[in-house]
């Protein structure tokens, strides 16, 4: 799978290390003042959250150093397009995470390999 954000690639093939998702309804709970008075409504919204984390092989250990600073401006908190690639075998499809936001970027390094753990939220995937 490739992830982008815009025009950020934050994973590639074989780069994935763990990956989540999350995906629920909004719901209202409206309280009636007895107990057994409430009542659940589908606000027909959906809400998902995904977390990766991906690592990367540097040159060395100066560009590690310098990718983790540079990659923690660069990745965009509100990208227009969310999109995961899947295309292993020829066939490719594409999904999108509507109202995405970038909520944490998090990086690690050990000598020129970094690690990156992201957080998106966002509404629906299509």
């Known amino acids: 799978m490739r992830i982008f954000a815009d025009n ?7 780069q994935i290390e763990s990956f989540s998702l999350n995906e629920g309804r909004v ?7 007895n107990w057994e008075e409430i009542k659940v409504r589908d606000r ?13 092989l540097h040159l060395s250990l100066t560009a590690c150093e ?6 923690a401006v660069l990745v965009p908190r509100r990208p ?5 690639v899947c ?10 995470l509507l109202k995405a936001g970038i ?19 966002g509404g629906r995937i299509v």
């Open 8 to 14: 950020v690639q934050l994973a590639d093939h074989g």
């Open 27 to 33: 719901l209202q709970l409206d309280d009636g003042p």
């Open 44 to 56: 027909k919204n959906s809400s998902t959250e995904i977390v990766f984390t991906v690592w990367r």
């Open 66 to 71: 310098r990718f983790i600073l540079q990659h």
């Open 80 to 84: 227009a397009v969310f999109l995961m």
């Open 87 to 96: 295309d292993y075998t020829g066939q490719k499809f594409e999904l999108r």
């Open 103 to 121: 909520e944490s970027v998090g990086s690690t390094y050990i000598g020129a390999t970094s690690t990156h753990t992201y957080r998106v939220v």
